[in-house]
């Protein structure tokens, strides 16, 4: 079993940066692909970025592409989320999630952070 914890949230004026942060627990962090997504209210969840079990490989959604950096502190069974440029539009609920080795979608989420940018 994992459990996932997200902090960092709160309320930002638009094209400041928070960092996103995501405890894991279990001991096999380090063979998991992580994600972050977010929704927003009245949208569906969508995804943000994801990264390797290594960290050699990452993918954002276009909408943060250049803006967002996803990583991963594998000894601190840690992922992070450096959200740069904020906008209006980025404000919503965000959770990160593991994807298990073997696993072929993401088995496990975290309650979630709220970030809010104000204009």
């Known amino acids: 079993q994992v459990q996932l914890v997200e902090s960092g949230g709160g309320l930002v004026q638009a094209g400041g940066s928070l960092r996103l942060s995501c405890a894991a627990s279990?001991?096999?962090?380090?063979?998991?692909?992580m994600g972050w997504f977010r929704q927003a209210p009245g949208k569906e969840r969508e995804f943000v970025a994801t990264?390797?079990?290594?960290?050699?490989?990452?993918r954002y959604a276009d909408s943060v592409k250049g803006r967002f950096t996803i990583s991963r502190d594998n000894a601190k069974k840690m992922a992070y989320l450096q959200m740069n440029s904020l906008k209006p539009e980025d404000t919503a609920v965000y959770y990160c999630?593991?994807?298990?080795?073997?696993?072929?979608?993401?088995?496990?989420w975290g309650q979630g952070t709220q970030v809010t940018v104000s204009s």
């Open positions: 279990g001991r096999t962090f380090s063979s998991y692909a």
């Open positions: 990264i390797m079990w290594n960290g050699g490989s990452t």
């Open positions: 999630a593991a994807v298990p080795y073997g696993s072929s979608g993401y088995d496990y």
